[in-house]
T-cell receptor, first 115, second 109 residues
């Protein structure tokens, strides 16, 4: 299996622009997580899905952030409009069975820079 | 207040040394994860624990649920073990994950 695949690996954009990050989980995994990592705050859970349904989005910082999972093999995290404080590395991870029993597999991350 | 505390924050060791990284948490949990992040950013899940001890090669992870404490041990450390090690827990009363700030390990040849 190719593992969790994220794109783009790097994104540089200007404040106010829309940013879309993409994730393909490991086939057969029924949980998908979006994380954000910054030097100041470390690793934070933004949202997670179970069987394509959003379960907990309490970590999403504000209405500028939205996430979708239209099918079992694809998810997007969108920021509109982007701001410099959104600059971070965004990780997607997937897991089989569930968070209580399933090991997490991370993608390589998408490094976002908002100027 | 951090729900997950790791120590030490930074650790330098000579190749071959036995290494211990500690993690304490303050919430009830359903599972604890140890993650490894190499320079360049990729994150790998090393262990997921809910009780007892697990071993993968030179890595050993233990957890004491009563004391809310976990340790990650590396035997016969090697320069390729140099990475940031992150402790993460999932609360058993909600849907939240909590992460430690990581321990940066450097193993010198």
């Amino acid at each position: 299996d190719a593992g969790v695949i994220q794109s783009p690996r790097h994104e540089v954009t200007e404040m106010g622009q829309e940013v879309t990050l993409r994730c393909k989980p490991i086939s057969g995994h029924d949980y998908l997580f979006w994380y954000r990592q910054t030097m100041m705050r470390g690793l934070e859970l933004l949202i997670y899905f179970n069987n394509n349904v959003p379960i907990d989005d309490s970590g999403m910082p504000e209405d500028r952030f939205s996430a979708k999972m239209p099918n079992a093999s694809f998810s997007t995290l969108k920021i509109q409009p982007s701001e410099p404080r959104d600059s971070a590395v965004y990780f997607c991870a997937s897991s089989r069975r569930g968070v209580f029993t399933g090991e997490l597999f991370f993608g390589e991350g998408s490094r976002l820079t908002v100027l | 207040k951090n729900e997950v505390e790791q120590s030490p924050q930074n650790l330098t060791a000579q190749e071959g040394e036995f290494i211990t990284i500690n993690c304490s948490y303050s919430v009830g949990i359903s599972a604890l994860h140890w993650l490894q992040q190499h320079p360049g950013g990729g994150i790998v899940s090393l262990f997921m624990l809910s009780s007892g001890k697990k071993k993968h090669g030179r890595l050993i992870a233990t957890i004491n649920i009563q004391e809310k404490h976990s340790s990650l041990h590396i035997t016969a450390s090697h320069p390729r073990d140099s990475a940031v090690y992150i402790c993460a827990v999932r609360s058993n009363t909600g849907n939240q994950f909590y992460f430690g700030t990581g321990t940066s390990l450097t193993v010198i040849p």
